[in-house]
């Protein structure tokens, strides 16, 4: 996914991309396309997270591939190359600045509500997970056993 570039996209190939892909393949005579894995891998937060293989879940999609531009008309594609941690860092950082407008709003949001609603099974433990990870700034659940049994969190 990350090499499907255009001229939109923000320093990787984003999930608007693949339309153009699947233009061009049904033009080119294909009739399917395979991409590696494009599910959330961001356990570590580093750039070691772009293995495609190490899924946090199998039904979150990597919010790398996210076109953040369509979420405000005020952001601009400075990143050029492919740089993992470069590229999370800004589509997460302009992510949380959108989210800080839309928050009040957004829990009542017919549409959010419906994304909660079909989604919940996965998307609870998942949120559950990132909050956890970014709370003790790792992904290694042994080190979040202390703190939890001391607090009565299970």
Known sequence: MFSIRSDADL????????KL???WAV???????????INDTSVH??????????LLSVFALHPLYLRVQTLSENITD????????????????????????EKEAT??????????SENQ????PYVAFCFLRDF?????????????????IR
Do not use: C
């Open 11 to 18: 320093g990787v190939g984003e999930f608007l991309d693949l």
């Open 21 to 23: 892909l699947v233009d």
């Open 27 to 37: 033009h080119s005579g294909f009739h399917f396309v395979q991409l590696l894995p």
């Open 45 to 54: 937060e580093m750039w070691w997270d772009s293995y495609p293989y190490s």
């Open 78 to 101: 400075d990143i050029k190359d492919v740089d993992y941690e470069a590229t999370m860092t800004a589509k997460l950082s302009i992510a949380k600045k959108i989210y800080s407008h």
């Open 107 to 116: 829990p009542s949001s017919t549409s959010f509500k419906n994304f909660y």
């Open 121 to 124: 099974d996965w998307l609870r």
């Open 136 to 152: 003790f700034e790792t992904s290694d659940r042994s080190q979040w056993v202390d703190f939890l049994l001391s607090h009565e």
